[in-house]
């Protein structure tokens, strides 16, 4: 049987904090559980199109400011998420930027390996423990099939800093969203209330390609009727791993058709370098060095 939204089952009472829900596969998620009665936070870096998002969705919906190129912003988020919220069921980092020209974030960070992993790595370790006392609690992290296209942890210049190849790149962060789900789900196992769950949309019809070198960009836009979806298909992986009751920590969602490109969502598989637990634990290491957020009830549970 295919999962389409009919399946998300109602959602009142519980908290959902949407990453990027102004637009695209962000906003599809946040009116779908708004709609089935989750309290839905709109976490996003322009508040004016966040509040035009917000007056779009029928339901609970409150906007918060989150620049997740600035860990100062996403401090900020998280305190304002603390204060106004005891408690939230589901963070679903969505947002992300691709293949963007070489740019840093405000942190000195490439900016695709800073937004996309760094800044929802530190939003997450900062809101975890309002999580973790809430039994059926999801971390949902939107990967993408470009962790398989030169994608690997370049350790030795995480930044970019000696050469930039803006495919590479965003290959790199998007492995890197698996990795950390992976690593998440690990560490959370010994508490038995929270999950890490990663998805991706296939290939959506949104604004995310905006970046693609114009040379790539024309054939897509030809082919795009045979090989794209709309955003509100784009979503269904998301919305699967966040709400369907048979989903486990540590799965991966992900269109059901041709190179899992559109579709329906099902369980896939990720590329094997996203199960190296040795690259995902250095990984998790050097992801708490640079932006500073620990996990530390999370670590106390895997050192018991």
Known sequence: ????????????????????????????????????????????????????AAARINGDVSVRELDLASLESVRAAAA?????????????????????????TRDGFELQFGTNHLGHFALTGLLLDLLLPVP?????????????????????DLQWERSYGRVA???????????????LQRRLAAHGTTVAVAAHPGISNTELPRNVPAVVRRPLTWLAPAITQ?????????????????????????????AESRGYPKLVASSPDSYDVSVQQRLWAVSEDLTGVRFPLVRAAVAA
């Open 80 to 104: 304002g998420l603390r204060a106004t919220h005891p408690r939230i069921d589901l963070l679903i980092n969505n947002a992300g930027v691709m293949y963007t020209p070489r740019r840093t």
């Open 230 to 258: 709309p955003a509100t298909a784009g979503a269904l992986p998301t919305l699967r791993a966040a709400t369907d009751p048979s989903v486990l920590g540590g799965q991966y969602y992900g269109p059901d058709g041709l």
């Open 169 to 183: 790149a965003y290959g790199q962060s998007k492995l890197a969203n698996l990795m950390f789900t992976y690593e």
């Open 136 to 156: 059926g609690s999801r971390v949902v992290t939107v990967s993408s099939n470009g962790h398989r296209i030169r994608a690997a942890i370049h350790f030795d």
């Open 1 to 52: 049987m295919n999962w389409t939204e009919q399946q998300i089952p109602r959602q009142d009472g519980r908290v959902a904090v949407v990453t990027g829900a102004n637009t695209g596969l962000g906003f599809e998620t946040a009116r779908r559980l708004a709609e089935r009665g989750a309290s839905v936070v709109l976490a996003v870096r322009d508040t004016e199109k966040g509040r035009l």
